[in-house]
């Protein structure tokens, strides 16, 4: 048996996305069940509002753009409270969606751009245009806002200097656009998809081009809250793996797109859903249905595991945005919200993959190499950076320094 | 002091301001549409935000607040430590507030409490309107099945209530609960 108390029961906060799959998935095909767990899970409208009812304990858990969990540990923007991750609930499923004038701007030849090109076409654009373009994130702390700055950035292009940055609710993502009121967004499935079926904007990217494993949304709970009730929080981590295998078999996307799609989780049109968790894509409307592997990746390759070095990546860019400068002590914080040590706990013994080390060079790989694994036998592909740059954890405060001269 | 109700809701909106209204030297908005929401914040300069934990649009407003100098002065989420029961009370309510930076601690607790003393009313009020709405549905399928069995089975009104209610206590279940198995048995057997 795991250390720590059990009692069988955990809330779960989470907002209307395709993201958040595995905990649904856990609970509605018993997965959880098994593992001796209940799960109650809260709908809420906002990300402010899904950190609210965690750190006021009306849940025990909720699903959240990574970047929030190290900004509320940090205390940024409200009194710091320490978060921990023993989970990663997926990497990348987000999409750049721009206005249809725009996007064939841009991107004259349709189809899924090369970011380093559509990148240069915009910084052409914005010279001739004579206003800064609007963009769409979901929230200041969010893989989004990091993505798209990180390749703003790389193309040349100031992101709050040369463009405008700013908030939308992912469901109002499609308005936006189609008011006018931001010329481009960043935002996970079903939202893209819904905007270009309204003809209100055409998908130019996958933020998996600009990251190909970029960690996106995270299992995060109160650290104490983890620590006591550390049985449940293992079992949990067991049952989301099932429902992770369970997801991405393709046998299984219409059953699960149906789960999905009700009332009580995303409210939203199975057609659609569908096709974002069988990683395809209708870029423009009237176009064809394009098939990009690994939009989201939600399970092989150990995608869950909480690599420090993720959370360490989002502090350097926390730093870099935020203009608060890099301190040792803060990223020492950082890295620690990111618990692999718990997710090594909970299935060790299973014949699910371990890897073996905690941290790794991000973006370090073209191809596939197998790695070292704990446990079972893994082989990682691809994780590069668009521009080909790599992280390094153990150079953090390097990294730093080079992209503040870039 | 200047207070924004920011609620897409009008009638919670209104019943909230209903409650504010007591307040001495207090100017109240309400603004109840997303559309324009952060620059009508910016023309109000608010001292005080008041903002339903549902409203979708509470990341939009918090970005705002974090980035924006226009109100030059800083706002942020009410969460002064000293105060967590304050909040915790005001999360379990349902209501969320933003408060320029520096005002004194005691008037905003003041505030904070009216408010989240009125959306418990509203709260109140809504559970209330849905009990009496599940009454009168209630009383439609007893109704229902009361004719259903007036029809197959010969009876008179007072009778068919009878068995109903006799029913409903030989199973430990709500008559309406009865009712409603009567009506659905009579549909599936093609009655209309």
């Given amino acids: 048996m795991p250390p720590g108390k059990t009692h069988g029961e955990l809330t779960i906060g989470f907002l209307p996305l395709v993201d958040a799959c595995l905990p649904i998935l856990a609970r509605e095909h018993g997965f959880a069940e098994n593992e001796g767990l209940s799960l109650r899970l809260v709908r809420d409208m906002s990300w402010a509002t899904v950190l609210d009812r965690l750190l006021y304990g009306h849940s025990d858990a909720a699903h959240m753009v990574a970047p929030l969990a190290i900004a509320t540990t940090l205390g940024r923007g409200r009194p710091a409270q320490s978060l921990s991750v023993p989970f990663v609930l997926g990497l990348n499923g987000n999409a750049v969606t721009m206005r249809p004038d725009l996007a064939r701007e841009v991107n004259p030849a349709g189809g899924l751009g090369d970011p380093a090109t559509v990148g240069a076409a915009l910084k052409t654009c914005l010279a001739t245009l004579g206003r800064p373009l609007r963009f769409g994130v979901v929230h200041r702390y969010s893989s989004h806002n990091y993505m798209l700055r990180y390749w703003l950035a790389a193309c040349g292009i100031r992101p709050d200097v040369d463009v405008e940055i700013t908030t939308v609710a992912p469901p109002f993502c499609a308005d936006a ?230 | 002091m200047r207070i924004a109700i920011v609620d897409e809701s009008a009638t919670r909106a209104a019943v909230i301001r209903e409650g504010l209204a007591t307040l001495e030297d207090c100017e109240i908005f309400v603004v109840t549409e997303r559309r324009g929401l952060v620059a009508r914040i910016g023309e109000i300069a608010p001292d005080i935000v008041l903002m339903d934990l549902g409203n979708p649009s509470r990341d939009v407003l918090e970005e705002y607040f974090a980035v924006s100098r226009v109100l030059g002065r800083p706002i942020a989420m009410f969460v002064d430590e000293s105060d967590a029961e304050s909040i915790a009370a005001s999360v379990d309510a349902g209501v969320s507030s933003y408060v320029v ?65 006799k029913t409903a206590m030989n199973q430990g279940k709500r008559i309406a609960d009865i009712a409603e198995a009567v009506v659905t048995a009579h549909q599936l057997m093609g009655g209309k």
Avoid at chain 1, 231 to 246: C, F, I, P, T
Wanted: proline share 4%; with cysteine; aromatic share 8%.
């Fill in chain 2, 101 to 165: 930076d520096g005002l004194a601690p005691h008037r905003i607790r003041s505030i904070l409490d009216l408010a989240v003393r009125r959306f418990h009313a509203f709260a109140r009020l809504q559970s209330d309107l849905a009990e009496a709405k599940g009454k009168l549905a209630d009383r439609e399928v007893v109704d229902k099945a009361k004719r259903i069995l007036m029809d197959s089975r010969g009876f008179t009104e007072p009778q068919a209530y009878t068995e109903l209610r």
């Fill in chain 1, 177 to 406: 656009l189609e008011s006018g009121e931001v010329d481009v967004i960043c935002v996970g499935e079903p939202w893209n998809s819904v905007a270009v079926e309204r003809g209100a904007g055409e998908i130019v990217l996958a933020t998996a081009q600009i990251w190909r494993r970029g960690v996106e949304k995270v299992l995060a709970f109160r650290e104490p809250v983890m620590e006591e009730r550390r049985g449940d929080v293992e079992a949990l981590v067991r049952a989301l793996r099932k429902a992770g295998e369970h997801f991405v078999d393709p046998a299984n996307h219409d059953v699960n797109a149906a789960i999905l799609a009700r009332p009580e989780y995303l409210d939203g049109n199975a057609g659609l859903i569908r096709r974002a968790i069988s990683d395809q894509l209708l870029l423009a409307r009237g176009g064809e249905v394009l098939k990009y592997p690994d939009f989201m990746f939600q399970h092989r390759e150990a995608a869950n595991f909480p690599w420090v070095s993720q959370a360490e990546w989002l502090y350097s860019q926390m730093v870099r945005w935020d203009g608060a400068g890099y301190d040792a002590d803060e990223a020492r914080l950082a890295a620690r919200v990111f618990r692999p040590d718990v997710y090594r706990s909970a299935l060790l013994g299973t014949n699910d993959p371990l890897p073996g080390a905690s941290s790794k060079v991000e973006g370090s790989l073209a191809g596939p190499t197998s790695v070292s694994m704990q446990q079972g036998l893994i082989t990682l592909e691809n994780n590069s950076f668009f521009d080909r740059k790599v992280f390094d954890p153990s150079h953090l405060a390097e990294y730093v320094k080079m992209q503040a001269r870039d």
